[in-house]
C-alpha cells in the first residue's frame, strides 16, 4: 500500500473516531457541567489538571520513543529489541507512577489547603491517585498500538472510553451528584478500557517468541529521544495547563469551572490537527529511516495546504456561533465564557499547525528542536499568564494563550526546514483566509436577516457558508483539482 493511501486512510479512520469521540466527549463535561455545581465541576478540573500536569513525566517520555523507533525495528527486522523497548517502557512508567503516587498523597492536605483553598480537595486527589494508575497504562498501551499503525485499535480505544464514561456518569448521578460520583466513574472507565483491549496485544504483536534481552546500548537509544521529548511535553503542558494552574491561584473556582468548559469546546477543533498527527508520526520516522526526503516533501507540503483549507472555515464557524453553542450546552451560567472561546479559536489555528509540525519533527528524529521551542514558548505563556490573569482572568489566559501557540507554530516550521526543502504555502494560506472571512461576513448577515429556530438558523448558516467557501476555494485556486483527483486515484488503487 502506498504512504499516500496508508496515511489518508489512517487519517480518515482517526479522524472519524476521534470526532465522534470528542462528541461523546463534549457531552460528558455537558453531563459534568449541569449535575455538578459550577465549584465542583472547578475543582474537579482544577485537581485533574494538576494530575494531568504530574502527567507529562510519568513514562519519562519512552511512550513516544516507542513509537518512534518500532517501525524502524520492524524495518531492520529487529523484532527482539520492540519486546525489550516495551519491556522498558513498562517498568520506567510504573517506577515514576509509584514516586508520583507518594509525593501526591503526601501533600494532598497541603495542596487542598493553601492551593485549592477548598477541604473538599484532599479526597479528590487522593481518588485521583488511583485514577492515575489506570490512565496511565491505558496510554501506554495506546502508544503500543500506534507504534504498530494499528489505528482500527489505537482510535477505537479512545471512543469505547468516552463511551463507557459516559454511561458509568449517568448511571452514577442517578444516585447521587457530586464530585465522588463523577471520580468513581473515570477509575472504573479507566480500568475496564485498560484490561479490555490489553487482550488485544498478542494479536498485534507476540512477546513470547522473544527474548528479553536488555541493553545498556537501547536503554541510551531510547532516553536520548525520549528526555527531549519530555522536555517538550512539559513546555507543551506548561502552556495548556498553566492558564488553569494559575487560574486555580489568582482566581475563583467559579472561572475556572468556566474556563473548563470554554477550553475543550474550543479544542474540539484541535482533533483534525491531532488525527494527522497520530497517523504520519509513526509513517515519518519510517520514511525518514529509508532517506526519502523528497517523499516527506512533497507530501508534507500538501498536507500543509489541505490541513489548512479544513481548519479555517471550521473555526471561523465555532466563532461565529460561540455564545449560542455555549448556552445550549452548558446553559446560561457559563455564557460569560464566550469572548474567551473566540480568542481560543483562533488560537487552536495555531496550535493545529504546530502539533503537524512538531510531530513531523519527531518523526525525523529533531525531538530536541520542538523541546527547545516549546519551552521557550512555555516561558512567555507562564510570565504572561502571572501578568495577565490575575487583572483578566480568563480572558488573560486566552490571550496568553493565542501568543504562545503562534511562536511556537511559526519557530517549529523555520526550523523544520533546515532539514526538509518543505515548500510552505504561503500564497494559499492567505487566500484561505480571506475565503474563510468572506464566508464568516456572509455568515453574520445571514444570522442578522434570518429569523427562525436557533438550530435551523445555524443549520442554513453552516450549509451556505460551507458552500460560499467551497466555492471561492475552487475560484482562487485553493483547492488544486487535478491534485484532489490524483490523491483520490492514490487512495483508491490497490
Known amino acids: 500500500m502506498s504512504y499516500t493511501k496508508r496515511a489518508i486512510k489512517g487519517f480518515v479512520l482517526v479522524f472519524l473516531m476521534n470526532i465522534i469521540a470528542a462528541f461523546v466527549g463534549y457531552i460528558i463535561r455537558i453531563v459534568l457541567a449541569r449535575n455538578l455545581s459550577v465549584m465542583e465541576y472547578g475543582l474537579f478540573f482544577a485537581v485533574s489538571t494538576l494530575i494531568g500536569f504530574i502527567g507529562v513525566f510519568i513514562g519519562l517520555g519512552t511512550g513516544e520513543a516507542l513509537v518512534k523507533y518500532v517501525p524502524e525495528f520492524l524495518v531492520k527486522e529487529k523484532n527482539s529489541q520492540i519486546k525489550n523497548a516495551s519491556i522498558i517502557v513498562l517498568l520506567v512508567t510504573f517506577s515514576t507512577l509509584i514516586i508520583s503516587g507518594i509525593l501526591l498523597f503526601i501533600f494532598s492536605d497541603f495542596l487542598a489547603k493553601h492551593y485549592f483553598k477548598n477541604a473538599l480537595a484532599a479526597p479528590v486527589i487522593l481518588l485521583f491517585i488511583v485514577m492515575m494508575f489506570f490512565m496511565n497504562f491505558k496510554i501506554v498501551l495506546r502508544y503500543f498500538y500506534q507504534a504498530f499503525q494499528n489505528m482500527k485499535l489505537y482510535s477505537f480505544m479512545y471512543l469505547a472510553e468516552n463511551l463507557l464514561l459516559m454511561v458509568l456518569l449517568l448511571c452514577f448521578f442517578a444516585f447521587n451528584k457530586n464530585i465522588f460520583s463523577a471520580t468513581y466513574a473515570y477509575i472504573i472507565a479507566y480500568f475496564i478500557v485498560f484490561f479490555v483491549f490489553s487482550f488485544f496485544v498478542p494479536k498485534v504483536f507476540n512477546f513470547f517468541k522473544h527474548k528479553a534481552d536488555i541493553k545498556k546500548s537501547l536503554l541510551k537509544k531510547l532516553f536520548k529521544f525520549s528526555i527531549p521529548v519530555m522536555i517538550s511535553s512539559v513546555g507543551g503542558m506548561i502552556i495548556v495547563y498553566t492558564d488553569t494552574l494559575i487560574l486555580t491561584f489568582f482566581r475563583s473556582l467559579e472561572e475556572v469551572g468556566i474556563y473548563n468548559v470554554v477550553v475543550p469546546t474550543a479544542m474540539i477543533l484541535q482533533f483534525f490537527a491531532t488525527s494527522i498527527a497520530i497517523v504520519i508520526f509513526p509513517m515519518i520516522a519510517e520514511l525518514w529511516a529509508k532517506k526519502r526526503k523528497d517523499y516527506l516533501a512533497t507530501g508534507l507540503k500538501t498536507l500543509y495546504q489541505y490541513s489548512f483549507v479544513i481548519i479555517i472555515p471550521a473555526a471561523l464557524l465555532f466563532l461565529s456561533f460561540s455564545e449560542t453553542m455555549l448556552r445550549i450546552m452548558f446553559g446560561e451560567r457559563y455564557i460569560a465564557g464566550a469572548a474567551t472561546m473566540q480568542i481560543l479559536i483562533v488560537a487552536i489555528i495555531f496550535l493545529g499547525l504546530h502539533s503537524i509540525t512538531s510531530t513531523i ?13 516549546l519551552l521557550q514558548g512555555a516561558l512567555i505563556n507562564f510570565v504572561l499568564n502571572i501578568v495577565l490573569i490575575p487583572k483578566l482572568g480568563i480572558i488573560g489566559a486566552a490571550l496568553t494563550s493565542l501568543i504562545a501557540y503562534i511562536y511556537i507554530s511559526l519557530r517549529c516550521i523555520f526550523k523544520l526546514r533546515h532539514f526538509i526543502k518543505v515548500e510552505v504555502p504561503w500564497v494559499n494560506w492567505l487566500k484561505t483566509l480571506f475565503a474563510g472571512l468572506l464566508m464568516l461576513g ?14 435551523l438558523e445555524a443549520l442554513i448558516c453552516v450549509i451556505v457558508g460551507g458552500l460560499f467557501y467551497l466555492a471561492l476555494a475552487f475560484i482562487l485556486g485553493i483547492i488544486d483539482l487535478r491534485e484532489v483527483k490524483s490523491i483520490m486515484k492514490q487512495i483508491t488503487s490497490r
Open 442 to 455: 456572509l455568515v453574520f448577515l445571514l444570522k442578522r436577516i434570518i429569523f427562525l429556530n436557533v438550530y
Open 361 to 373: 519533527l519527531s518523526g525525523i528524529g529533531k525531538p530536541i528542536i520542538g523541546a527547545r521551542i
